[in-house]
Every structure is written in structure tokens, then in C-alpha cells.
């Protein structure tokens, strides 16, 4: 996202912006549905109606909240009235607790209604309008966060951008009811200068997507982007710069094709550093799985305890990729782990799988997670107590700090205190004994907990982050041979297939509740087609490649800006916003134009022909200079860089379309690290429909009458062999 940090605005107007703007923005996480609230005794507003959770966690509000739509754009300008936006999601701890604070408060909401039409968004329903006004807020203060707070006029122009912000006024900061009342003031008064204030950083917003030129790229800049990550490496923790940490998947998978391209181990070392660290710390849940969305503090020990799909998605891939590289089973046993609480948890009957699990339980964030050293002691038999204890680091006075407070809870979050070699010193056993007993316990434990009140979950089932999940199953699938990751990733492309695609090949975004809605993006568009395309490589079922072709097609017909190049984030008839956004900046997730970077590519190598990397390169054009300021900030769109820079292969298996071989050509070609590679399955009895997707496989025939594996750098072939072990040989040189 382009930030804009300075600009001339009415000087009168820009004072006011600046004082009032809440300046700490704080991320993440709360409940989906407010089991404990009275509903019948209050009266529903414009949420009703929704299927959106967050929308509907505000639906009986005393504040009159409308949705993003016409009827709340027009009774704004029947009554004259700014309008109040705000933006969350149904996760966001922050959200809620200017909920509860100040949105279910009646004397603020006689306020809002007085002098404000108000809307709430659910920023992972609409994506666009997110990201529009979370520009505003870079360029008026220099950061965002959620709740994101926008006041605006009738026709959707900004003139006051904040995240978080308290009832009453605190010290220098001022609290929504005096800013309320301050914005009504200048309403009345100063109407000129805010119309003049909104017009000018509208314009500004306009521009904000504009493209910030041309610049060459070459392999250098793979050099640059590891120096910098090395740079910022924690090399006593794992991860990048100091609390709060992150995971960024997308970052550590480049940094292993840079090992693949470069040889440089130090990038290898960083990525095994970080995801080890990671999966003893607190951010991973040790008992029910998953990862949770990022670490308050260095050593990874204090999560923040809400659980999102594509955290799990992409941390799964990046754990599959480091097994397939060090065959550290450790790595393997994570993302199984993963796997295990996604389709125990996440999964929806259809098949689909559901956004995100709560911070917050039982009005409280975490408690769900942590536990007394007295309440281990009552559920474990003494000697497996003791382990657990010693194990996890778990301490009689608590290890829990609260996350705002910082002061002890008496509550332990488990993470790993000592090795399991450690622990079987101590206790005079054997490592197997050791790791017999923490298995045994625990299961026990995690029965405990499941009797607890849980986290709301969020089931609303997103394209995008499903085309995350189906990568990361496809990808595991085919690695660790194992076959009820395919078939879980096939059930959710055939979910998605018959809810969410529309029956011209146009795909829907979000389905909830047996309704399918709004328009994709071009991060439905990108992940989808990314899923599928791994799925293919895990199966070799053409419709699959077929399908992930025509979602590239789609977008380049209805995103590709002709002018400037790149992906909008909103197709061409999509709704007219203050500003038609362009993301690519790799942050929580890969941007659209990352993913579409490598779609691109591989969709090029698969069918040779040559408009797909014509896009390719028009794209890395688009965000060149963007990327040469601040390479690390781009992680996913440079792995696409690192495929168009470095060797590459196209591997193309020719052979019966039943004969059992083939699978075993795929478990050795999968037995390696070979990122920047297509394989294609050319099945003799069926030749004619592959020829039609990729002609220039016309002339591949087997040889000896056995299965015949051809190893091409760009089109350019080695001899045919027979034997897996050549192919490898192949790669290898």
C-alpha cells in the first residue's frame, strides 16, 4: 500500500486532523456473537439482515447502523449529515472494546444518531473499501489498524481518519464523544474549509495507486532483499526485528528459494531458526494445534491468541517446503499438526473452510488456552504432571502476562521450556519415554478444554484464503504422499466450483449461511487459480490446470490495468469507490499481484505461450521501482522474480493414463526442492486434450513403451529417460 505522509490541506482543518486522530492502532481479535446479550430487549437496527458476523455482532447496537450501501449514502445526503465509518472484523479485540465502551453505550449512540448516518463494514467482506480507507488513514497519520475509524462526507470523501478511540477524552487525546460533537461544531460552521480538506485528499487518495515508474530489475535484487531480511534477522529467536512478531510465511519461503537459487546457507539457517523457535513458543497452540496470529513479544511465548485460515494455510506450506528440504520430521509433524486442527475445526460440512477463531472467551482474552499449575496437577497422574510442568515451562505462580497490563494472570501459557533430552535427564527416562508422556497428557488436556466455552468462530467461508488452504493441503498432499490432504483440498475446490462461481466463470467472494455474494477480487482470482494449479500438480486432473488457466484469463481481462499495468483490486464494472486500489505490498498475506506474478508464469510454461510472460514482465515493470525501495516488503512477488531470474524447469511425463508408475515418477520428483518447475502429465490414450491446452506437446511420445519423463530448461529438452533417478540427476545439474 502506498502511503502519502504529508500534503498541504486548509490549515484549520489539518490541525483538527492531526489532534484528533487516535494514533496507537492496535490489531486483532474478540467475539463473533454476543451469546450473553439480551437481544429481545433491545431493538435491532440495518444489521439485522446481514450475513456478515461482525456486521451482525453490531446489529442490536442502540446506534443506528446501516451497511455500506444506497440507502445509507442517500438518507446522509436527504439529512445532510457526515457519515460516520467503521471499519472491523469479526476477530478484532480492539473493535469490540470500542463496543462495548462506546457503541452499546446509549449516550453516544443519541450522539451518533443525532449528527452522523453510520456504517459498518466487515473489512474481509469487502476488502475494497478497506483497503481505500486505510490509505486515508497512512497518509493522515503515517499508520492504520482496526477499528479504523473514517468520517466522511455524503459522496464518500474522508476528512477525518483514526483507529481506536476511547468514550471520554484522556489526557491529550480526545475521546468520540467530545470528537463527536467537535466534527457536528465544525459540521455547522466551517463547512467550506472541510469540503475543501475532503476534495484535496481525495484527490491525493486518487493518486495513491498511481504507478511510482519504471526501474530495471535483475538478480541483484534477490542479494538486496536477502541482505536486508539478514539485516533484521533475530538470530537468538528466529523472526525479524523486535515485538511484536509476525509470521509472514510468504517472507521464509523466499528466503528458501533464494537458498535453492543462491546456495547461500544463511538463508536456509534463518528459515529453520524461525520456524523452530516458532513451533515451541506460545504462539503455536500445543494442545488443540494451529497457529495463532502473531507474538506480542520477542521469544514468540505471548500470542495473540486469535487463530485466522491463512495464517494456517501459508505456515503450513512454509513447514511443508522446509521438510521437503531438511527431511526434519519435526517440520513434517507441524504442518500435520496444522492440517489436524483446521479440518477438525475449521472445516465447514460443505467442505469449505471457515475465516477465523476468536482471541476471546467466556469475556476474557485467551482463556481458553492458559491453565493453573494446580488445574495440570488435578487432570495428569503426579509423574506426568511433573513432566508436563517442567516441559512447558509451566510455574506454580503463572507465567501469563496480561497483554495490556503486562502483570502476571497466575495463569501458564504453555511453551517449550526445556528439550525433550532435557527433560528425560531430569527424570531419570528414556526420550521416548518422555515423549510417550507428553502425548498422553496432552490428549487429556486437550478433553479438558474442549468442555471449556470456546472462541466464537467466524464460518463465513472467503475464496481467497480457501485458495490459500487448498495450496497448502495439494502441496502436502503430493509431499508427504499422503492422500487425504488431496482429497481435502479437491473437496474444496469442488465446493467452491458449485457455491461461489458464477455460470459465466466469474467467482463470488464470501458464502455464508447458504448465500454466495459479492463480486471477487483479484485475490480470489490469484489464490484460487495458485490452489488449483498445486492441486493439479498433486493429481494431474487436467480440468484443475484448465480451470486455474481460465481464472488467469479472467483477471487479465477484467483487472489488468492497461495503462499503468499491474491488477486492480476490483474488476472494471465493479462499484465506483473514492479510488480503484492496486495492492501489492506482501503484508498479513501476499498481495493479488504477487500471487498473480507467479500465476503468470507458470501458466506460460505450461502452455508455451508466450502473452502470459509478456504479462509477467509488464507486471514486475508496474511495481519495479516500489520494489527496489524496500525489497523485503515484497517477499511473495520476488519468489515470482526468483522464477523468471534463475533456472527453471518444465517436466513433462508421458505415459498411460492408469499406469501406477507415474505416481511413483511424482513421490521421487517430489522427494526435492524444486520450486521454480511445472510438471505435466501427458497421458498417451488422451494426448489430444492436453495437446489443445499445451500445444507443444504434440510430439512427446514414450519411450521403450514405458513411462518417459522429458527435463526442459525453457522448452529446451535433455534425452528422454525411463528412470526417475535420471530425472533427479537432471535437476540437479
Known amino acids: 500500500m502506498k502511503r502519502i505522509f504529508a500534503f498541504r490541506l486548509h490549515k484549520k482543518i489539518f490541525i483538527l486532523l492531526i489532534f484528533f486522530t487516535a494514533l496507537n492502532c492496535k490489531e486483532n481479535s474478540e467475539v463473533i456473537g454476543r451469546n450473553n446479550m439480551n437481544t429481545e430487549k433491545k431493538k435491532a437496527n440495518h444489521l439485522i439482515s446481514e450475513k456478515s458476523p461482525y456486521l451482525l455482532q453490531h446489529a442490536y447496537n442502540p446506534v443506528d447502523w446501516y451497511p455500506w450501501g444506497e440507502e445509507a449514502f442517500a438518507k446522509a445526503k436527504a439529512e445532510d449529515k457526515p457519515i460516520f465509518l467503521s471499519i472491523g472484523y469479526s476477530t478484532c479485540h480492539w473493535c469490540h472494546v470500542m463496543e462495548r465502551e462506546s457503541f452499546e453505550d446509549s449516550s453516544v449512540a443519541e450522539i451518533m444518531n443525532k449528527y452522523f448516518v453510520a456504517i459498518k463494514v466487515d473489512r474481509e467482506e469487502r476488502p475494497d473499501i478497506d483497503n481505500i480507507y486505510m490509505t486515508v488513514s497512512q497518509m493522515l497519520n503515517g499508520s492504520g489498524g482496526w477499528p479504523l475509524t473514517i468520517i466522511m462526507t455524503p459522496d464518500k470523501k474522508p476528512f477525518f481518519a483514526g483507529t481506536y478511540i476511547p468514550k471520554e477524552s484522556?489526557?491529550?487525546?480526545?475521546?468520540?464523544?467530545?470528537?463527536?460533537?467537535?466534527?457536528?461544531?465544525?459540521?455547522?460552521?466551517?463547512?467550506?474549509?472541510?469540503?475543501?480538506?475532503?476534495?484535496?485528499?481525495?484527490?491525493?487518495?486518487?493518486?495513491?495507486?498511481?504507478?511510482?515508474?519504471?526501474?530495471?530489475?535483475?538478480?541483484?535484487?534477490?542479494?538486496?532483499?536477502?541482505?536486508?531480511?539478514?539485516?533484521?534477522?533475530?538470530?537468538?529467536?528466529?523472526?525479524?526485528?523486535?515485538?511484536?512478531?509476525?509470521?509472514?510465511?510468504?517472507?521464509?519461503?523466499?528466503?528458501?528459494?533464494?537458498?535453492?537459487?543462491?546456495?547461500?546457507?544463511?538463508?536456509?539457517?534463518?528459515?529453520?531458526?524461525?520456524?523452530?523457535?516458532?513451533?515451541?513458543?506460545?504462539?503455536?497452540?500445543?494442545?488443540?494445534?494451529?497457529?495463532?496470529?502473531?507474538?506480542?513479544?520477542?521469544?514468540?511465548?505471548?500470542?495473540?491468541?486469535?487463530?485466522?485460515?491463512?495464517?494456517?494455510?501459508?505456515?503450513?506450506?512454509?513447514?511443508?517446503?522446509?521438510?521437503?528440504?531438511?527431511?526434519?520430521?519435526?517440520?513434517?509433524?507441524?504442518?500435520?499438526?496444522?492440517?489436524?486442527y483446521v479440518l477438525r475445526d475449521m472445516t465447514s460440512p460443505e467442505g469449505g473452510f471457515f475465516s477465523a477463531e476468536d482471541a476471546d472467551s467466556d469475556g476474557e482474552e485467551g482463556k481458553f488456552y492458559v491453565w493453573t499449575a494446580q488445574e495440570i496437577d488435578r487432570l495428569l497422574p503426579s509423574e506426568d504432571s511433573e513432566i508436563f510442568k517442567f516441559y512447558f515451562n509451566v510455574k506454580k505462580a503463572g507465567n501469563f502476562r496480561d497483554e495490556a497490563a503486562r502483570k502476571p494472570t497466575g495463569n501458564n501459557i504453555l511453551y517449550v521450556g526445556k528439550s525433550v533430552s532435557e527433560t528425560a535427564d531430569s527424570f531419570g527416562k528414556t526420550e521416548e519415554e518422555i515423549t510417550g508422556a507428553l502425548e498422553r497428557s496432552r490428549e487429556i488436556i486437550f478433553k479438558a478444554r474442549e468442555k471449556r466455552i470456546h472462541p466464537s468462530k467466524d464460518d463465513k467461508i472467503l475464496t481467497d484464503w480457501n485458495g490459500l488452504m487448498i495450496s497448502a493441503l495439494a502441496k502436502a498432499g503430493k509431499i508427504f504422499d499422503e492422500p487425504k490432504y488431496i482429497q481435502a483440498a479437491e473437496r474444496c475446490a469442488s465446493f467452491i466450483s458449485g457455491k461461489l462461481t458464477n455460470?459465466?466463470?466469474?467467482?463470488?467472494?464470501?458464502?455464508?449461511?447458504?448465500?454466495?455474494?459479492?463480486?471477487?477480487?483479484?485475490?480470489?482470482?490469484?489464490?484460487?487459480?495458485?490452489?488449483?494449479?498445486?492441486?493439479?500438480?498433486?493429481?494431474?486432473?487436467?480440468?484443475?490446470?484448465?480451470?486455474?488457466?481460465?481464472?488467469?484469463?479472467?483477471?487479465?481481462?477484467?483487472?489488468?490495468?492497461?495503462?499503468?499495468?499491474?491488477?486492480?483490486?476490483?474488476?472494471?464494472?465493479?462499484?465506483?469507490?473514492?479510488?480503484?486500489?492496486?495492492?501489492?505490498?506482501?503484508?498479513?498475506?501476499?498481495?493479488?499481484?504477487?500471487?498473480?506474478?507467479?500465476?503468470?508464469?507458470?501458466?506460460?510454461?505450461?502452455?508455451?505461450?508466450?502473452?502470459?510472460?509478456?504479462?509477467?514482465?509488464?507486471?514486475?515493470?508496474?511495481?519495479?521501482?516500489?520494489?527496489?525501495?524496500?525489497?523485503?516488503?515484497?517477499?511473495?512477488?520476488?519468489?515470482?522474480?526468483?522464477?523468471?531470474?534463475?533456472?527453471?524447469?518444465?517436466?513433462?511425463?508421458?505415459?498411460?493414463?492408469?499406469?501406477?508408475?507415474?505416481?511413483?515418477?511424482?513421490?521421487?520428483?517430489?522427494?526435492?526442492?524444486?520450486?521454480?518447475?511445472?510438471?505435466?502429465?501427458?497421458?498417451?490414450?488422451?494426448?489430444?486434450?492436453?495437446?489443445?491446452?499445451?500445444?507443444?506437446?504434440?510430439?512427446?511420445?514414450?519411450?521403450?513403451?514405458?513411462?518417459?519423463?522429458?527435463?526442459?530448461?525453457?522448452?529446451?529438452?535433455?534425452?528422454?529417460?525411463?528412470?526417475?533417478?535420471?530425472?533427479?540427476?537432471?535437476?540437479?545439474?
Not at 249 to 265: A, C, D, I, T, V
Not at 274 to 280: A, I, Q, V
Request: contains cysteine; proline residues 3%.
Open 170 to 340: 484522556r489526557g491529550n487525546r480526545i475521546g468520540l464523544i467530545d470528537l463527536l460533537e467537535r466534527i457536528d461544531q465544525l459540521w455547522q460552521t466551517e463547512r467550506e474549509k472541510i469540503d475543501g480538506s475532503a476534495d484535496e485528499i481525495s484527490l491525493h487518495l486518487e493518486n495513491a495507486y498511481s504507478s511510482s515508474g519504471v526501474v530495471s530489475l535483475d538478480g541483484s535484487i534477490l542479494d538486496e532483499a536477502f541482505d536486508n531480511f539478514n539485516a533484521k534477522f533475530d538470530a537468538q529467536f528466529g523472526g525479524f526485528g523486535n515485538a511484536p512478531k509476525f509470521p509472514s510465511p510468504h517472507n521464509l519461503m523466499f528466503l528458501l528459494r533464494y537458498w535453492k537459487s543462491s546456495g547461500n546457507e544463511k538463508s536456509l539457517k534463518m528459515v529453520e531458526k524461525t520456524l523452530t523457535e516458532m513451533r515451541k513458543g506460545g504462539i503455536f497452540d500445543r494442545v488443540g494445534f494451529g497457529f495463532h496470529r502473531y507474538s506480542t513479544d520477542r521469544e514468540w511465548t505471548l500470542p495473540h491468541f486469535e487463530k485466522m485460515l491463512y495464517d494456517q494455510a501459508m505456515l503450513a506450506s512454509a513447514y511443508t517446503e522446509l521438510f521437503q528440504i531438511t527431511k526434519n520430521n519435526d517440520f513434517k509433524k507441524t504442518a500435520e499438526e496444522i492440517f489436524t
Open 503 to 733: 455460470e459465466n466463470g466469474s467467482i463470488l467472494h464470501r458464502y455464508r449461511e447458504g448465500e454466495a455474494a459479492i463480486d471477487g477480487y483479484i485475490d480470489d482470482y490469484a489464490f484460487l487459480a495458485q490452489g488449483l494449479t498445486e492441486l493439479y500438480e498433486a493429481t494431474f486432473e487436467l480440468n484443475y490446470l484448465i480451470r486455474a488457466k481460465e481464472l488467469t484469463d479472467f483477471a487479465i481481462a477484467n483487472f489488468w490495468d492497461e495503462e499503468n499495468g499491474g491488477f486492480f483490486f476490483t474488476r472494471n464494472n465493479g462499484e465506483k469507490l473514492p479510488a480503484r486500489s492496486k495492492d501489492f505490498y506482501d503484508g498479513a498475506i501476499p498481495s493479488g499481484n504477487s500471487v498473480m506474478l507467479l500465476n503468470l508464469i507458470k501458466t506460460g510454461r505450461f502452455t508455451a505461450k508466450e502473452k502470459y510472460e509478456t504479462y509477467a514482465d509488464k507486471l514486475v515493470g508496474a511495481f519495479s521501482a516500489s520494489v527496489k525501495r524496500n525489497p523485503t516488503a515484497y517477499g511473495q512477488f520476488l519468489s515470482g522474480f526468483d522464477f523468471l531470474a534463475n533456472q527453471s524447469f518444465e517436466i513433462i511425463i508421458v505415459a498411460e493414463q492408469n499406469d501406477d508408475r507415474v505416481r511413483q515418477i511424482s513421490k521421487v520428483l517430489e522427494s526435492v526442492f524444486v520450486p521454480n518447475k511445472v510438471a505435466l502429465f501427458l497421458p498417451t490414450g488422451e494426448k489430444e486434450t492436453v495437446n489443445s491446452f499445451a500445444p507443444f506437446t504434440k510430439d512427446y511420445e514414450t519411450l521403450n513403451d514405458k513411462p518417459t519423463i522429458y527435463v526442459c530448461r525453457n522448452y529446451s529438452c535433455a534425452l528422454p529417460t525411463n528412470d526417475a533417478e535420471k530425472m533427479l540427476e537432471l535437476l540437479k545439474q
